[in-house]
């Protein structure tokens, strides 16, 4: 049924963009062309790059992303931490999305976004830290608003040093998955707040109020089984 569903919503995507194309008075050969181009990205099996598929088609903008942190190179897992911050309310820093119907199955993640960001980014664009649990494999992310050039960054966090390595965009930085994240989220959630020791500008002393987290962790602990 939600291959049906998928199948009839992605149609319908695409008779729109086609009337958009022939009520913009584009040449027939170009429209034909974008409809053939369009009909691709029905192949693409991953939700975000098929919609980005359509995007770079018919030359829209990425409206679930906002345009301070819109990244055409951006990982799934940057995405993610920057749609989960920016529906943090009422000047709050942390928000959680649960996904699935019990506590062992489905994905969980949180986001932090950084205390002190003024002047570090231009227009004052946030960094967020992000943990999760994600196919039963706990995760800690650090996502930023501008590319950094190190690939390998050194992370110290109240005396537990790790080191975090980079995509290949230079946003999303992370820390090693499984254990080493988990032992970084206890530490991290004993703790009423949290800054960041690095030898990446842009990274160090970077800050996070963590006084809600040791809570807000317990859907990824079951989910993950920490």
Not at 75 to 99: D, I
Not at 102 to 115: F, K, Q
Request: proline share 3%.
């Amino acid at each position: 049924m939600k291959l049906r569903v998928s199948s009839l919503f992605i149609s319908l995507i695409l008779l729109i963009y086609t009337s958009l194309v022939h009520a913009q008075g584009a040449p027939e050969s170009d429209s034909k062309l974008l409809i053939e181009k369009a009909k691709q990205c029905r192949d693409v099996t991953e939700r975000l790059d098929r919609l980005r598929c359509f995007d770079r088609v018919f030359d829209t903008p990425l409206m679930h992303i906002p345009k301070v942190v819109e990244h055409s190179q951006a990982s799934v897992g940057w995405v993610r931490a920057m749609e989960s911050a920016v529906k943090t309310e009422n000047g709050q820093k942390l928000n959680l999305t649960v996904q699935g119907t019990d506590d062992e199955h489905g994905n969980a993640w949180l986001t932090l976004l950084a205390l002190n960001d003024q002047g570090r980014f231009s227009k004052d664009q946030k960094a967020v830290l992000m943990m999760s649990c994600i196919d039963k494999i706990s995760r800690i992310d650090l996502a930023l608003p501008e590319a950094i050039p190190e690939a390998r960054v050194k992370v110290s966090v109240h005396g537990t040093t790790q080191y975090w390595r980079s995509d290949d965009s230079g946003l999303l930085l992370s820390s090693g998955r499984g254990m080493p994240a988990i032992s970084l989220m206890r530490k991290i959630a004993s703790q009423s707040s949290i800054s960041l020791r690095s030898n990446a500008v842009k990274v160090d002393g970077l800050s996070f109020d963590t006084h809600e987290l040791k809570q807000a962790l317990k859907p990824l602990r079951q989910r993950c089984g920490w």
